[in-house]
């Protein structure tokens, strides 16, 4: 599916097939493998950069980044994420549009938002400037650098940030949380378990701030709370398992260290995150900030509401809830709107005030467009999706080449649609036959 919704952006001439750095580049490439420990655990200065390949102010910034990377070599380091691939490390940084730049200095898990300029002047100002406030605050005693200790010299966190589960609390706690839960199965006596400790407590501490609580770190002692040992077949010292309400419980794969235990509980968060809004165009501001902060719009219009009545509705806004839903990973804003209620958009998209429901897939940077040709169903859009992804697609400019015009409208308040009431008209006097043709 990654590859599919590649190649798909690809199609409307949206994304580049390649990163815009590369190892022979002064800037670091950074991922959910090594984000934290290059830049969380580090004791140096950061400049990171979150980006997508297909952003042409990326494209142009590139350059300049890399100068500075060059200039600021072994003084201060300068990464790059590719937020596209790896959304789950710019989801949690509130990562909206690109270029975005953050500066990790002396709470590296607060960082500060860059609001310089895009040259390699001014970025290497910037950084020098805060690497004197960092040195500043150091000499007045505060804290700089990572919050926890080195991997190697053993995690740090608050162990308050690790729940004790018990037999009493587990169901109330764990199972009937909408949150997700890593839960250890440990023995006071056991080797294993002792080394983890401090990497599951600096990791409950890193990953409860980074994910406001929406992913935790458990502990049960299974020599204490056999009942839980045996509920979920306990073997050996220690297991993970991961718990999603409503779902079976299942292994934890990933590594023990607390880089390994956190990039998993993101990626976890990640898959948890809650899908983009689906949003009627009720004025020009909600389709110009949907279009211009994700990097595709998926709009729809939808038949007048006296064509399906309200089931008919709620059955066309499902469809499009569950594609949200599907690709909520990717920064694809979901809108729709009635038939003639926006005309101008339709006739940009080459709807032409006909064939309801229609759907359109828009990159407002690029202001290209496709439609949808099939079956406005989970199925059709899919097959929508996938004949793009094989080049059968067919792309065209928007109308005008940039966003239309769009009236402000009241939103649709859920109901079935009622005719106008309109005065009785006597037509008893009329002789129909008098009427020329063109004019019935």
């Not at 220690?238 to 880089?259: L, N």
């Not at 064939?355 to 940077?365: D, F, H, L, S, V």
């Not at 290209?368 to 199925?379: H, P, Q, Y």
């Not at 899919?382 to 400019?397: D, I, P």
Request: charged share 25%; net charge negative.
């Amino acid at each position: 599916m990654r590859v599919l919704l590649g190649v798909l952006a690809c199609s409307l001439t949206v994304l580049s097939v390649h990163g815009l750095y590369s190892a022979g580049d002064d800037v670091v490439e950074l991922n959910p493998s090594n984000f934290n420990r290059e830049v969380l655990q580090s004791d140096s200065l950061w400049l990171v950069e979150f980006y997508a390949p297909w952003c042409g102010h990326c494209k142009s910034l590139a350059p300049e980044w890399k100068k500075a990377a060059t200039a600021l070599k072994g003084i201060v380091k300068v990464g790059a994420v590719d937020a596209d691939q790896h959304n789950s490390i710019g989801g949690q940084y509130g990562v909206r549009g690109f270029p975005t730049i953050k500066i990790f200095g002396a709470n590296k898990n607060k960082p500060e938002d860059y609001q310089g300029g895009r040259a390699s002047q001014a970025i290497v100002d910037a950084a020098l400037n805060a690497l004197r406030s960092l040195v500043k605050d150091r000499l007045g005693g505060k804290t700089g650098g990572s919050d926890y200790s080195k991997q190697s010299g053993g995690g740090a966190g608050n162990k308050k940030d690790v729940v004790e589960l018990t037999d009493d609390n587990f169901d109330r706690t764990v199972l009937d949380s909408d949150d997700i839960w890593l839960v250890e199965f440990f023995a006071p006596w056991c080797g294993h378990c002792k080394n983890l400790e401090p990497e599951w407590t600096a990791a409950a501490t890193e990953v409860k701030e980074q994910t406001k609580g929406k992913v935790n770190l458990g502990a049960v002692d299974a020599t204490v709370h056999q009942g839980l040992a045996s509920r979920y077949g306990i073997r050996g010292f220690p297991t993970i398992k991961i718990f999603r309400k409503g779902e079976e419980p299942v292994d934890f794969q990933g590594g023990r260290t607390r880089s390994d235990i956190v990039a998993s509980a993101l990626e976890l968060f990640s898959d948890n995150i809650s899908p983009p809004e689906l949003q009627e165009i009720v004025s020009a501001d909600v389709l110009k900030k949907t279009c211009e902060d994700y990097q595709l719009c998926m709009i729809a219009v939808l038949p007048h509401i006296l064509d399906t009545g309200a089931s008919g509705r709620n059955s066309y806004m499902e469809v499009m809830k569950t594609m949200a839903e599907k690709y909520k990973k990717k920064m694809w804003g979901w809108l729709w709107t009635e038939a003639g209620a926006q005309m101008e958009l339709e006739a940009s998209l080459g709807i032409g005030g006909f064939g309801y429901p229609a759907m359109a897939a828009i990159n407002a940077r690029k202001m290209k467009f496709a439609l949808l040709k099939g079956s406005f169903s989970e199925t059709g859009i899919h097959e929508f999706l996938r004949e793009l992804s094989v080049g059968r697609g067919s792309t065209a400019t928007v109308g005008g080449g940039a966003l239309p015009k769009i009236n402000t409208v009241e939103p649709w308040d859920g109901k079935d649609g009622v005719l106008p009431m309109e005065d009785d008209i006597d037509l008893s006097d009329v002789d129909l036959d008098d009427l020329e043709k063109d004019e019935l």
